[in-house]
C-alpha cells in the first residue's frame, strides 16, 4: 500500500490525493484536513522562496507540537531546504550554536519562543530572517480560503540530498547535527509503519517532542498511511495530557520509558479504551515498565523498541514474544540488518556481546560539520564504498539473535577490576514495588578506580530509604555491582525531549562516597 516514491514531500502529496477529506493533524486550535495541510505547506514554501531560501538551505524550526509545527515542517522540506528542528525550550546558548554551526537562511519561529531567537541572533550577530507570522497565517489562510493552493510542489533535490538535520541534546559535550537524507526518513517510515501497522483510520497521540526525531516520524508516518496526529504539546502535565488522549479517543499513543511513571497513578482516570497500539523506544524498556503499561492499556498491543537519531530505530520486540523475552529490545527492524563486534573484532550475529552495528537505508549520512565525530560512527561495511553505523551502544545477542541492550560503551563502569553495566542495576532497582525511576551513573574513586551511584524517584504515596534500597540491592546483585549510594529525588531533571538529564545528574553526584556511608543526596528541582 506504500508509495515507493523517495522524496519524502511525495508523502503529502500522495495523502491529499489519496485521503481528499481525511483530518491530517488537530491541535486546541485547528484542524487541517490532508489538502489543507498541503495547501498550509505551499504556502509557507512560497513565503521561504521570497526570503531568498533555495533549495539545500538550512531553515530552523522552532515551534511547540502543534499544527503549526506539522505545517512549517513540510513547507521547509517543499520549499527545497532542510529541516533543522529545535526544541522551543533550547537555551539560548545551544540555540546560538546550532545557528553557528548550521548556518540557515531563516528561523521559522512560534511567537512564544521570540525571546530566546532573539537572544541567539544577538549571540551570533548574523542577520538571519525570522519568519514568525508567516505559519500562522498559512495555516488560517488554507482553512479559510475557499480556493486551495496549487499541488504540493516538487523540490529540486534527490533522495539522498539531505532532509533535516536533528542536533543531538549535548548531554555529553558538544551538540552534533545528525544528517538525514529524503531516504534515511522514508526508509524508516515505511519499515516502523508497516510493523506498528499504522492505519488511514489511527489517530495518533503525539505529546513526545516533534523536535526529537520519535516525535518527528509519528508526521512522516502519518502521511504515509493516512493517519491523523493530535499534536499535544507536551507531557509536562500528565493528568492533562491524559485527558485530551481519552478525550480525543486516539489509537496509537507514543511514549518514552521515562513517561511511563507518571502514567501509571492516572490511567485509571479515564476511559483509555480506543487505545490500539502503544509504542515506546529512546531507552530499552525494562520489565515492570512493559507490566504498567499493560495495565494501564488493557486493551493494547505494546511495542518495545529501542533506537537512535543516527538510524532512527535500531530494533523493535514482536508482541509475541513479549511474555519470554520481555527484557529484549528484539530483532532489527524490516530492510535492516545488525551484529555485534565482540572484544576481538569479530561481527557476531549469535551468541555474542559487543558494540552493536546497524546496516540499512536507515543509516545517517554524518554529522553536519563534524568529520571526527563521523568517522568514529560510520566505517566500512560488508559492500565496497558503504558505511554502517556504529552505535557505540553495548549489546547481548542470545541464541537465536534477539539483543539485550547492555549500556552505553562510555557507560560501562570498572568497579575494583569489574566490569559493570548500569542497566544491570536499574533492572534491580526498578523491580523494587517503591522505585518508580532509576538512572545509574559512575563516579572515579582513588581506590576502586570507579564507583556506581544510582538516583531513583519513588512512586506516589510510597515511603523507601536509600539503606532500603542498598540493601534490595545487596540480595540481587554481584558486591562490585551495590551502588555506593542511591539519591533519591523528589523529580528526576529531563532534557526538553524527555529524556533523564544525566549531565544534571552527574552535576549532582558526589566524587567518591564510601557504601557504609550511604545517605539520599538533595532532591533535584
Not at 537572544?119 to 551570533?124: P, Y
Not at 475557499?146 to 548531554?171: F, N
Not at 509536562?236 to 499513543?253: D, I, S
Request: proline letters at 7%; one cysteine or more; glycine letters at 6%.
Amino acid at each position: 500500500m506504500f508509495a515507493t516514491h523517495s522524496l519524502l514531500t511525495h508523502f503529502l502529496s500522495q495523502a491529499a490525493r489519496t485521503w481528499p477529506h481525511a483530518p491530517a493533524v488537530s491541535d486546541a486550535r485547528h484542524t487541517l484536513s490532508y489538502p489543507e495541510l498541503q495547501d498550509a505547506a505551499t504556502r509557507i514554501a512560497r513565503a521561504l522562496h521570497a526570503r531568498g531560501v533555495t533549495a539545500g538551505d538550512r531553515v530552523v524550526l522552532s515551534c511547540p507540537n502543534s499544527v503549526a509545527f506539522v505545517a512549517g515542517y513540510w513547507g521547509i522540506l517543499a520549499s527545497g531546504a532542510v529541516a533543522v528542528p529545535l526544541n522551543p525550550g533550547t537555551p539560548a546558548s545551544k540555540f546560538a550554536f546550532v545557528l553557528q554551526d548550521c548556518t540557515p537562511a531563516a528561523i521559522l519561529a512560534d511567537p512564544s519562543t521570540s525571546d530566546v531567537v532573539e537572544t541567539a541572533l544577538e549571540r551570533t550577530g548574523d542577520p538571519i530572517p525570522v519568519l514568525c507570522a508567516e505559519i500562522d497565517a498559512s495555516v488560517t489562510a488554507a482553512r479559510t480560503t475557499q480556493t486551495a493552493c496549487e499541488d504540493l510542489p516538487t523540490p529540486s533535490v534527490l533522495d539522498q540530498d539531505l532532509a533535516t538535520i536533528i542536533y543531538t541534546s549535548g548531554s555529553t559535550g558538544t551538540p552534533k547535527g545528525v544528517m538525514l537524507s529524503h531516504l534515511n526518513m522514508t526508509s524508516a517510515a515505511r519499515s516502523v509503519a508497516s510493523y506498528l501497522g499504522y492505519h488511514a483510520e489511527d489517530r495518533i497521540f503525539c505529546a513526545v517532542p516533534m523536535t526529537f526525531d520519535y516525535g518527528l516520524h509519528q508526521i512522516t508516518m502519518a502521511a504515509l498511511t493516512g493517519a491523523e496526529i493530535f499534536a499535544e504539546p507536551g507531557f509536562g502535565q500528565p493528568l492533562f495530557a491524559l485527558q485530551h488522549l481519552a478525550q480525543n479517543r486516539a489509537t496509537v499513543f507514543p511514549v518514552v520509558p521515562t513517561m511511563v511513571p507518571l502514567i501509571a497513578p492516572l490511567a485509571d482516570r479515564f476511559d483509555l479504551g480506543a487505545v490500539r497500539l502503544v509504542s515506546s523506544t529512546a531507552a530499552a524498556l525494562h520489565p515492570e515498565l512493559i507490566d504498567t503499561l499493560e495495565t494501564a492499556f488493557p486493551g493494547a498491543t505494546v511495542f518495545s523498541m529501542y533506537g537512535l537519531t543516527e538510524c532512527h530505530r535500531c530494533t523493535y520486540l514482536p508482541p509475541s514474544q513479549l511474555t519470554h523475552r520481555r527484557d529484549s529490545v528484539g530483532i532489527a527492524i524490516p530492510n535492516t540488518e545488525l551484529w555485534v563486534v565482540d572484544a576481538e573484532g569479530q561481527a557476531r550475529r549469535r551468541n555474542a556481546t559487543g558494540e552493536l552495528v546497524i546496516r540499512g537505508s536507515t543509516v545517517m549520512k554524518g554529522y553536519w560539520n563534524n568529520p571526527e565525530a563521523t568517522a568514529k560512527r560510520l566505517r566500512p561495511g560488508p559492500l565496497p564504498g558503504e558505511q554502517v553505523l556504529y552505535t557505540g551502544d553495548t549489546c547481548r545477542l542470545d541464541a537465536e539473535g534477539y539483543l539485550y541492550f547492555v549500556g552505553r560503551n562510555d557507560d560501562i563502569l570498572k568497579i575494583a577490576g569489574e566490569k559493570v553495566a548500569p542497566s544491570e542495576v536499574e533492572a534491580a532497582l526498578i523491580a523494587h514495588s517503591a522505585v518508580a525511576e532509576v538512572c545509574v551513573l559512575g563516579a572515579d574513586h582513588p581506590v576502586q578506580g570507579q564507583i556506581c551511584l544510582a538516583h531513583v524517584a519513588l512512586a506516589p504515596g510510597t515511603e523507601c530509604t536509600s539503606q532500603d534500597l542498598v540493601q534490595w540491592c545487596k540480595s540481587r546483585l554481584d558486591s562490585h555491582a551495590v551502588p555506593a549510594r542511591i539519591a533519591i529525588h523528589a523529580e528526576m531533571p529531563r532534557t526538553q525531549n524527555g529524556k533523564l538529564d544525566r549531565a544534571a545528574l552527574h552535576a549532582l553526584a558526589p566524587t567518591a562516597a564510601p557504601r557504609s556511608r550511604a545517605r539520599p543526596l538533595s532532591p533535584a528541582h
